[in-house]
């Protein structure tokens, strides 16, 4: 069984999400998320909408995800390739190169980022759109 790994806060899930999240799967046949806990996405200067219970629960809902397991820091890659076995480590391309010293423990592919869309937008234009419901504009 070939395992795949990869990480993310994956807030508010769109469909680049899952564009990631497929093409991740297509490449064995076991994926790992490693979701990003609200404490790291601090770390990270990430506010996500959702906490992390909340978008474990969407991962584990999404047919191409298998496991969800908490990202506490930026060092834990390495110990969690070993851990879960991981033969291949995916990202999308807005990392290329940043985990190439992965390279000594597992395959490590870089997928293209779904252009034009992204959580922060998503986040943006619903905060938009309730504030004009409340100004009734
Ligand atoms: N992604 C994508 N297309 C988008 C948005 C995101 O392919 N339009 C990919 C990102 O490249 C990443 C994954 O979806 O591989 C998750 O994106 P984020 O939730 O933004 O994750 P990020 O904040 O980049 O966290 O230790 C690594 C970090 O936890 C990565």
Same mark, same amino acid.
């Given at each position: 069984m070939k395992r795949v790994?990869?990480?993310?806060?994956?807030?508010?899930?769109?469909?680049?999400?899952?564009?990631?999240?497929?093409?991740?799967? !297509?490449l064995g046949d076991y994926?790992? /998320? @490693?979701?990003?806990?609200?404490?790291?996405?601090? #770390?990270?200067?990430? =506010?996500? $909408?959702?906490?992390?219970?909340?978008?474990?629960?969407?991962?584990? !809902?999404?047919?191409?995800?298998?496991? /969800? @397991?908490?990202?506490?820091?930026?060092?834990?890659? #390495?110990?969690?390739? =070993?851990? $879960?076995?991981?033969?291949?480590?995916?990202?999308?391309?807005?990392?290329?190169?940043?985990?190439?010293?992965?390279?000594?423990?597992?395959?490590?592919?870089?997928?293209?980022r779904t252009p034009d869309?992204?959580?922060?937008?998503?986040?943006?234009?619903?905060?938009?759109?309730?504030?004009?419901?409340?100004?009734?504009?």
């Amino acid at each position: 069984m070939k395992r795949v790994i990869t990480y993310g806060t994956f807030d508010v899930l769109h469909y680049g999400h899952i564009n990631l999240l497929k093409r991740a799967k !297509a490449l064995g046949d076991y994926l790992i /998320v @490693v979701l990003s806990s609200d404490e790291f996405n601090q #770390i990270k200067n990430k =506010k996500s $909408y959702y906490t992390y219970e909340q978008r474990k629960m969407i991962l584990e !809902a999404c047919r191409y995800v298998d496991l /969800v @397991v908490p990202e506490y820091t930026w060092e834990q890659k #390495i110990d969690d390739v =070993k851990k $879960y076995q991981a033969d291949v480590f995916v990202m999308g391309d807005d990392w290329q190169g940043k985990f190439d010293f992965l390279k000594d423990f597992c395959e490590v592919v870089y997928l293209s980022r779904t252009p034009d869309v992204c959580s922060t937008q998503t986040k943006q234009y619903l905060n938009d759109k309730k504030l004009r419901k409340v100004k009734n504009i």
